[in-house]
């Protein structure tokens, strides 16, 4: 079996429901991945010890879901320098914003690269780390030129009804 390359973490299964839409692209791109609940302030040692053997576990990136506060992405980015995607996952109570700035607003000197509230930015950070790796991997370049190619095949596909 291939070595984990990407870990996909969340601050609670009632994340998932946004943060499966990464997952669903590392599948698809076929990228060897990991999906597990580490809550930053129900488990921080666990989120510490994550953090800490990132990078001697191999992993390229980590994606970083977290609702209403930039703790999970935020300290996994202080602990390691293996790049954090931060996904803001849509709040109960702010919908996401409140999400949105704490993690992109990082202080400087410790980077989170930050994504859409939601499904899409799920999508686009497991996206991002689809191209971060195929830095070192051209076969990998090529299925995700040919991913484009196909959104731009789409796009001109479209037909629009006529007007009312
Ligand atoms: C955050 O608290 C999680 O990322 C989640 O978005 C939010 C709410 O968690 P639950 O109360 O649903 O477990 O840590």
Sequence with gaps: ??????????????DWETMQ????ILQQFGIAHEARVVSAHRMPDEMFAYAAAAEGRGLKAIIAGAGGAAHLPGMLAAKTCVPVLGVPVASRQLQGVDSLYS?????????VATFAIGAAGAANAALFAVALLANEAPPLRAQLQAFRTQQTEAARAMTLPPAQ
Excluded: F, K, L, T
Aim: aromatic share 0%; no cysteine.
């Design 1 to 14: 079996m291939n070595p984990i390359q990407i870990g996909v973490v969340m601050g609670s299964s009632s």
């Design 21 to 24: 839409h990464a997952v669903a």
């Design 103 to 111: 993690i992109v607003q990082m202080p400087r000197g410790v980077p």
